[in-house]
Each structure stands twice: as structure tokens, then as C-alpha cells.
């Protein structure tokens, strides 16, 4: 038996959630939070350099500014998705919620240099609390038969976001500053909350077994856990690198910016449109949660091996593959988890998921700005491209010599 099967047996029964999803209400607040925190990461981040000039004064300070909202991220996250499991997860979703409206509104008050660097780490900690409770919750209401769905559709409408914050983003910094889009924010975060606080059924903790130290390590190293959060954080990495590079090569092939911008869109249209089809399959039994990911990782890789071909075509046959590797793995991913992990611990496990995510988010653009200055961005992607093949190929001879 495993650590995380070993753990689920521990923890008292629990009811299952009934056979039918909830109703829309319920669920629309939880995409809207999701599409909430995927905005507002890229609508500003895309937008600080060009319309940032009195407050962005470097390149030094505009990374600490990007680096400002993810960091936050990538410590609190596991912190808060605790706190969900043991308070309940709709108390930390409205309150993060709340915070992210009053950070963004900082800076839309005051405008000054200073308040942009405590409304982006602010907005940073509360998206903490608000993005693994949302996650949480989509698993509680949803019966195990039905929630490849319900992750697809969270995913669908976070990959808008991530596709609308350049975009609608830039109109609104173009129209009247950084200062606009801080109070678009402020109302967009302080709406979902209160539309959350009315919709949102609650969801009391559940009793769980206590959980030590070891306890805890031993849940987040067993393979139930590791395999889909590595292939979350393969995934989002390579959708950084996509985003941030597929533009970059289109440059050096000759391509303008409407070129590039439009491979961009392929990307994010693809990983949007897949992930729903993705969940309803897994529903439906026509695809399982490996073999999907599988398939999504050796996609994302050969993705990664079309960006290696000169021209347009390599550009636009890249991101559309690593749209759709990206949008099978990041359902069927989720899914996974919320099938191995016991009702009661759910927010912890999220929230240590999106960890992995926000891993991979800064360390696949890393990974190949570091190849790409000693040799060239073409093997740059490879040596992405060859660690995402690998896992499977590492999965498939593992499960070979035990049955052999």
C-alpha cells in the first residue's frame, strides 16, 4: 500500500458528495477566482515594463517586482491550503479574496513607487489563500465521477485569464496607467468575493487523523503525489517557456510582432479549449488519468521539438502542441490528486500542488535562459523538451521491470 492509500485508510469516512455536480451558481464564483488570480499575475506583469516608468526605474526593479507576486506564492500557498483544511475552505477563499481587492487597492489610491511593491506582495499572498481553497472546494462538491470535468472547466476559465491579462490588461494601462488597472482589480477581487460569500455553499473541515512531521513528508513523497504534481510543474513550465520564448524566436526567424503575438494566442487557445474535453473524458472512462498525462508530457515535448524549426511553421506547430500537452495534463493532474488524497486534507494537498506549479513556472524559463546563453535557444528547448519525455519513458521502464 502506498503512504497516500496508508493515509486515506487513517482518516475517518467520510460522506461522499452526491452523484449529480452542484449547481452552476455554486461553481461560477470558484472559476471566477480562478480567472481572478490568472489575470491579475499577467496583467500586470505584461504590462509593469511599458506603462511602469515612474515607478519601474530599472530592469533590477522590474524583476523584483515580477518576482514579488510568485515568491509570496511559493511559500504561502502550502500555508494557507492547510489553514483551509483545518477552518474551511470558503472562510480563506472570501478573506483571500478580500486581501487582493486591498492590496490592488493600495496602489490605486496612492500611485506612489513604494505602494506598488506592498499592493504587488500583497496581492501575491492572497492569491496564496484564494487559488488551493478554490481547488479544494471544486474537489469537495464534486463527486470522484465528476470532477475531470469541474477541473477542466476551473482550468478553461484560468487560461483565459492567463490569455486576457496581457491583452485587456495593456488596453487599460494604455487608457490611464498602471493606476486603471489596480482599480479594475480592486473591484474584480472585492466582486468575487462577495459574489463567493453568497454562492459558495459551505463546506465545514472535516475530522481528520492527526499528522505529524513524517507524516506529512511520507504523504508528499509517495509517487500518488509526486508523479502528477511533477508532471503540473513540467507543464507549467513549459507553458512559461512558451509564452515567454516561442515570441523570441519568432523574432529571430524575421516575424513581427503580430506573428508572434498570434502564436502566443494559439498556446493559450489551445491549453483552454483542451482542458474541458480533457476532464469530460476522463468522466466518461475514455481516458485515464496516466495515460492522459503520458500523452500530454510526450505532446508537450514534441512541442517543444517543433520550436526548434526555423520559421513560422516551427512556431505555431509548438504552440499548439504545448497548448494541448498542457491542457491534458493540468485537469487529469488535479484529478489524480483529488483521487489519492483523503477529503480532510485536500486544501493542504492543493496547496502544495500549485507549489509544484509555481516551481516549474520560474524554473522552466530559467532552465532555458541558462542553456540559451551558453549555447543557443534551440537547445534551450531541447534540454526541456528531453526532461518532459523523460518521465514517462522513466514511468514505462519502472513499470516493466516489476513486471518482469
Not at 515612474?54 to 504561502?76: C, F, I, R, W
Not at 507524516?215 to 503525489?225: G, M, Q, S
Not at 508537450?300 to 506547430?317: I, Y
Request: positive net charge; aromatic residues 6%; glycine residues 16%.
Amino acid at each position: 500500500m502506498t503512504a497516500a492509500g496508508a493515509a486515506a485508510r487513517a482518516e475517518p469516512p467520510v460522506a461522499e458528495p452526491a452523484g449529480t455536480a452542484p449547481p452552476k451558481r455554486q461553481l461560477w464564483p470558484l472559476y471566477a477566482a480562478g480567472f481572478t488570480t490568472a489575470f491579475g499575475a499577467h496583467g500586470i506583469a505584461a504590462n509593469l515594463g511599458a506603462h511602469g516608468r515612474g515607478a519601474v526605474g530599472s530592469l533590477l526593479v522590474l524583476g523584483g517586482l515580477l518576482a514579488l507576486y510568485d515568491g509570496a506564492e511559493v511559500l504561502l500557498k502550502p500555508v494557507f491550503g492547510t489553514l483551509a483544511d483545518r477552518v474551511g475552505a470558503r472562510p480563506v477563499l472570501v478573506c483571500g479574496l478580500v486581501a487582493f481587492a486591498v492590496a490592488s487597492g493600495l496602489y490605486a489610491v496612492a500611485g506612489s513607487p513604494g505602494w506598488l511593491w506592498a499592493a504587488r506582495l500583497g496581492q501575491g499572498a492572497a492569491a496564496s489563500a484564494f487559488s488551493p481553497s478554490a481547488s479544494a472546494l471544486v474537489a469537495r462538491l464534486h463527486p470522484a465521477a465528476k470532477r475531470g470535468r469541474a477541473f477542466g472547466s476551473y482550468g478553461f476559465y484560468k487560461s483565459v485569464g492567463y490569455t486576457l491579462g496581457p491583452l485587456l490588461g495593456g488596453v487599460l494601462a494604455w487608457a490611464g496607467g498602471l493606476r486603471l488597472l489596480f482599480v479594475v482589480l480592486t473591484v474584480l477581487g472585492a466582486a468575487v468575493a462577495v459574489w463567493a460569500a453568497l454562492a459558495v455553499p459551505a463546506v465545514p473541515p472535516l475530522p481528520k487523523a492527526r499528522q505529524t512531521v513524517v507524516d506529512l513528508a511520507r504523504r508528499l513523497a509517495d509517487p500518488a503525489f509526486l508523479t502528477p504534481t511533477a508532471a503540473l510543474a513540467g507543464a507549467t513550465a513549459a507553458l512559461s517557456v512558451g509564452v515567454g520564448f516561442l515570441p523570441v524566436s519568432g523574432r529571430a526567424a524575421g516575424l513581427g510582432t503580430v506573428a508572434t503575438g498570434a502564436a502566443v494566442s494559439v498556446l493559450a487557445a489551445c491549453a483552454a479549449l483542451v482542458q474541458p474535453r480533457a476532464g469530460r473524458a476522463l468522466d466518461r472512462g475514455d481516458l485515464g488519468t496516466r495515460s492522459g498525462i503520458t500523452a500530454g508530457l510526450l505532446l508537450t515535448a514534441a512541442g517543444l521539438g517543433c520550436a526548434m524549426l526555423p520559421g513560422l511553421t516551427g512556431v505555431l506547430l509548438g504552440a499548439a502542441l504545448i497548448g494541448v500537452g498542457t491542457g491534458l495534463i493540468t485537469p487529469l493532474g488535479f484529478a489524480a490528486l483529488a483521487a489519492t488524497t483523503p477529503a480532510a486534507r485536500l486544501g493542504q494537498t492543493m496547496g502544495a500542488a500549485e507549489l509544484g506549479r509555481e516551481l516549474g513556472d520560474a524554473g522552466g524559463p530559467l532552465l532555458v535562459a541558462v542553456v540559451a546563453s551558453l549555447t543557443t535557444l534551440t537547445h534551450g528547448y531541447a534540454v526541456l523538451g528531453v526532461l518532459l519525455a523523460a518521465g514517462p519513458l522513466v514511468g514505462y521502464a519502472r513499470g516493466r521491470r516489476a513486471t518482469g
